[in-house]
């Protein structure tokens, strides 16, 4: 399909278009397709840049702003780029009171880095989320796909230096 590429994105390599360009011609004419089309070209590129959005939005025949809409109303879609590794910290009520604030506080200190942001080195992003359903684990943190129960904050950075 060679779709033509209005923006270049520098995040986006040739052989990347090459992948995107196959999800949009799989899902072109497949109504409802948008949010498939959406997760598999973030899971190439790691996030959907403006660009992107246009690209899909023209390989669809959408609107742009339909495929905005969706991308930048389900929080599974990431419109800025995120770290390799995303810490999610869990501020539900178990975890709050059993302290996991000072955690926070020692990320941001530690990696400038605040809620919803991601390290200048793309290292990690971090989340603030109501709960991770392990309160029995309070207070508790997830990096990538692993769970951290029962962190003290005096161990969170410990905890963070085994993700390089």
């Not at 109504?31 to 973030?42: D, K, N, Y």
């Not at 029995?136 to 796909?145: K, R, S, T, Y």
Request: aromatic share 8%; glycine share 8%.
């Amino acid at each position: 399909m060679n779709l033509e590429r209005y923006h270049c994105h520098e995040d986006i390599t040739e052989i990347m278009w090459e992948k995107i360009d196959i999800i949009i011609e799989t899902y072109k004419n497949t109504p409802g397709a948008v949010i498939t089309v959406l997760r598999e070209c973030q899971n190439i590129v790691g996030y959907l840049p403006c660009e992107l959005i246009d690209h899909i939005a023209a390989g669809m025949n959408l609107p742009g702003s339909e495929i905005f809409g969706v991308a930048s109303f389900y929080s599974l879609f990431s419109l800025t780029p995120k770290g390799r590794h995303t810490i999610k910290v869990c501020t539900g009520t178990a975890c709050y009171v059993k302290g996991i604030r000072e955690s926070v506080s020692r990320i941001e200190n530690e990696y400038n880095l605040k809620e919803g942001q991601t390290t200048d080195d793309q290292r990690f992003s971090l989340e603030c989320v109501r709960c991770l359903g392990a309160c029995g684990l309070a207070p508790v943190m997830v990096v990538g796909d692993d769970t951290h129960g029962d962190i003290a904050a005096e161990n969170v950075i410990k905890i963070l230096d085994d993700y390089k």
